[in-house]
């Protein structure tokens, strides 16, 4: 099991540029694919950027070119660099884990960060 903590959210003028942080607990985060989501009010929740356990990674068309996911095995953690900000990024952004080959699902969620964007 994981336990996951978000850490970087605030408030940003459009244009501007936020990195959110997730600190994984446990030996094995090497084995674990992570991800960021995204749920906005009134409005699904959706992925944001995914990256698996050798590093390779997936963007929602909205953020590509102005997100970048990353992760730092040694350090437990995973962190997404948000640049060029838009209002319309403004949701609550959580992270993931899923237990590659144990389970075909993120299973495991962060309690949540808000990123606010003012235009």
């Known amino acids: 099991q994981v336990q996951l903590v978000e850490s970087g959210g605030g408030l940003v003028q459009a244009g501007g540029s936020l990195r959110l942080s997730c600190a994984a607990s446990?030996?094995?985060?090497?084995?674990?694919?992570m991800g960021w989501f995204r749920q906005a009010p009134g409005k699904q929740r959706e992925a944001v950027a995914l990256?698996?356990?050798?590093?390779?990674?997936n963007y929602a068309d909205s953020v590509k070119g102005r997100f970048t996911i990353s992760r730092d095995n040694a350090k437990n953690t995973v962190y997404l660099q948000m640049n060029s900000l838009q209002p319309d990024d403004t949701a609550v952004y959580y992270c993931a884990a899923k237990w590659v080959g144990v389970s075909s699902r993120y299973d495991y969620w962060g309690q949540g960060t808000q990123v606010t964007v003012s235009s």
């Open positions: 446990g030996r094995t985060f090497s084995s674990y694919a």
């Open positions: 990256i698996s356990t050798g590093g390779s990674t």
